[in-house]
């Protein structure tokens, strides 16, 4: 069963950058038809899209981050990673690395892995 | 603000039916397939209905699935008290270069 472990610092200070890096275990990052990406989900709050890229290179990301986000992938070591910007207390959340089958030919889209979760707080 | 817009709470007696709505606009429910995750306390989401109606695997038959325009639904029947958690909806948004959106999220109280 396939299985993704999110890791990285859980306090980070304003106006640094974040960095979490997602480690996928029994199962390839470069599996045909699958992305991978963020979504974040604030203390109390909903779920938010931070973005989603394709092992080979395309990428795509909400458009009210993407000015802060870069998104990179390891395939040596079936990890992906997430850097964000100039992050604010408003970046404080708990960061969800998922899979995204996405495969037109038969209309499927969805997010079918996820993470458990990594709260980062983002305080001085 | 969330694109997709869902009721903030919902609750049922144990065996009873309830349903949870999902509206949303042309560019995302109207025109693409809707996503429904289940999240119970302290967990991560999990896939419970993908496009529009479907189960994944070990999902009960209790939960079901449905699309009109551009709202959607959840339905869960036979409520258990396992069911106690919120749910999102979510769909792919054609706007500007494309994203996901997701609802704001159902608390589903089982009472």
């Known amino acids: 069963q396939l299985q993704l472990q999110e890791s990285g610092p859980g306090l980070v200070k304003p106006s640094e950058t974040l960095s979490l890096t997602c480690t996928v275990s029994?199962?390839?990052?470069?599996?045909?038809?699958?992305?991978w990406g963020w979504i974040r989900q604030p203390p109390g709050k909903g779920l938010e899209w931070i973005g989603s890229f394709y092992y080979s290179g395309s990428a795509y990301y909400n458009p009210s981050l993407k000015s802060r986000v870069t998104m990179s992938v390891d395939t040596s070591k079936n990890q992906f990673s997430l850097k964000l910007t100039s992050v604010t207390a408003a970046d404080t959340a708990v960061y969800y690395c998922a899979r995204l089958l996405s495969d037109s030919s038969v209309e499927l889209y969805y997010f079918d892995y996820w993470g458990q979760g990594t709260l980062v707080t983002v305080s001085s | 603000q969330s694109v997709l817009t869902q009721p903030p709470s919902a609750s049922g007696t144990p065996g009873q039916r309830v349903t949870i709505s999902c509206s949303g606009s042309s560019s995302n429910i109207g025109s693409n397939t809707v996503n429904w995750y289940q999240q119970l306390p302290g967990t991560a989401p999990k896939l419970l209905i993908y496009s529009n109606s479907q189960r994944p695997s070990g999902v009960p038959d209790r939960f079901s699935g449905s699309k009109s325009g551009t709202s959607a639904s959840l339905a869960i029947s036979g409520l258990q008290s396992e069911d106690e958690a919120d749910y999102y909806c979510?769909?792919?948004?054609?706007?500007?270069?494309?994203?996901?959106?997701f609802g704001g999220g159902t608390k589903l109280t089982v009472l």
């Open positions: 979510a769909a792919w948004d054609d706007s500007l270069n494309g994203l996901w959106v």
């Open positions: 029994d199962g390839s990052i470069s599996s045909s038809n699958y992305y």
